[in-house]
């Protein structure tokens, strides 16, 4: 099988894993209710938590930040084998989280209306180099809670995790790659949250406690 082959099945299976909208079906199961037609209408955790249930809500965290981190380390595990096969090692941990990324945002099961991708790119950030991961969390709950609005702690996390990548201890070619990613997931989260930043600049985005 080809390397060209190998890319795309790792790029299927991390979007296929990612694409899974737990904060839907979640809520359905157990909540009885679809969390697209209750405040923002996004299937993440944020959305879930404003049905009034704070167990699925950290439900919903917890698997998507888990489905972003799977992605890349069954990629990882996958490289690893590769190797020691053939003594060739291709990294295709960044090409299954992106691609987890990817179908967290566009999922082909809800007609690629999906999340904006917060959770699922702190799973992938932990997976890929768990520094990222920390300067994403950290970053995600400060601003969080010194602004009090959910969509400046994803935004900044994000942003935060990217930079602390251009530090990272890597060979030029591996550090371009995992900038260049890391910047496209961060762009297409900004992307996504657009709706969000209208609301910021107008003073009408809901802070974290306020009732909807």
Not at 15 to 24: A, C, D, E, N, R
Not at 28 to 35: A, E, N, P, T, W
Not at 145 to 156: D, E, L, P
Request: with cysteine; proline share 2%; glycine share 12%.
């Amino acid at each position: 099988m080809s390397l060209e082959m190998i890319a795309v099945l790792i790029f299927t299976m991390g979007y296929l894993l990612g694409s899974v909208p737990f904060g839907l079906i979640l809520a359905r199961l157990f909540g009885s209710v679809d969390v697209r037609q209750v405040g923002s209408g996004n299937i993440g955790a944020t959305n879930v938590l404003r049905t009034g249930r704070k167990d699925l809500a950290a439900l919903t965290l917890f698997f998507d930040i888990g489905k972003g981190a799977l992605a890349v380390l069954l990629a990882h595990g996958f490289s690893y084998h590769l190797y020691q096969q053939t003594g060739c090692a291709p990294d295709l941990t960044l090409i299954a989280g992106a691609a987890a990324f990817l179908g967290h945002c566009y999922p082909v099961w809800l007609g690629f209306r999906g999340g904006k991708g917060v959770a699922t790119m702190l799973g992938v950030s932990f997976a890929a180099w768990w520094v990222a991961g920390v300067v994403f969390a950290v970053a995600w709950l400060l601003s969080a809670k010194i602004s009090r609005y959910s969509s400046v702690g994803g935004m900044v996390g994000a942003i935060a995790a990217t930079i602390s990548v251009m530090f990272m201890p890597a060979s030029h070619e591996i550090h371009q790659v995992y900038i260049s990613l890391f910047s496209g997931m961060t762009i297409l989260l900004l992307w996504r949250h657009r709706g969000n930043i209208k609301r910021l600049l107008s003073g009408q985005e809901s802070r974290i406690g306020d009732p909807q």
